[in-house]
């Protein structure tokens, strides 16, 4: 009986360490001086947003499993007031500073404007840049370039 509590303090604790650390990053524009912050019509968190030509794209990055580098990359796409609901949407991340680069990570729209992606690659601290490239059912590349740290 005792073995088995030894062995269940230290994974409580790295699991709650885990846990308590998860949540959004600061995400920023980069390279625009129209950033904007919006809501998220479905979770209520914030959205940092950039102007680009007709369109609004944002970006959101939320860590479930810090020491994992596991976690989700939502960007969301209007057209005017409308949700782009047809876009192809990926996403590259990159540590500048440690010349580290992904593949472009496909997302798969949710709803309402909102694409999502799963991603495995936040596991060292530091600055991460995003390049977000938004191709709608038009055919238009859209680009957009974003900072955050981890």
């Known amino acids: ?20 650390i998860a949540g959004p990053m600061n995400v920023k524009t980069k390279g625009t001086k129209s950033q904007t912050v919006a809501m998220c019509p479905d979770c209520k968190s914030k959205i940092t947003c950039a102007k ?3 369109y ?32 192809m949407v990926e996403v590259a991340l990159s540590m500048p500073n440690h010349h ?13 404007g909102r694409y999502v992606g799963a991603t495995t690659g936040l596991n060292m601290t530091g600055a991460y840049a995003a390049e977000v490239k938004v191709t709608p059912a038009g055919g238009d590349v859209v680009k957009q370039s974003f900072t955050f740290a981890k």
């Open 1 to 20: 009986m005792r073995t088995n509590t030894l062995f269940l303090i230290p994974a409580l604790t790295a699991l709650t360490t885990m846990a308590a």
């Open 56 to 87: 609004t794209i944002g970006l959101a990055v939320d860590q479930e499993y810090p020491k994992l580098g596991k976690g989700k990359v939502y960007v969301h796409v209007k057209s005017g007031d409308q949700p782009v609901t047809d876009a």
């Open 52 to 54: 680009v030509g007709d």
């Open 100 to 112: 580290h680069a992904s593949k472009p990570l496909a997302l798969k729209h949710e709803t309402h």
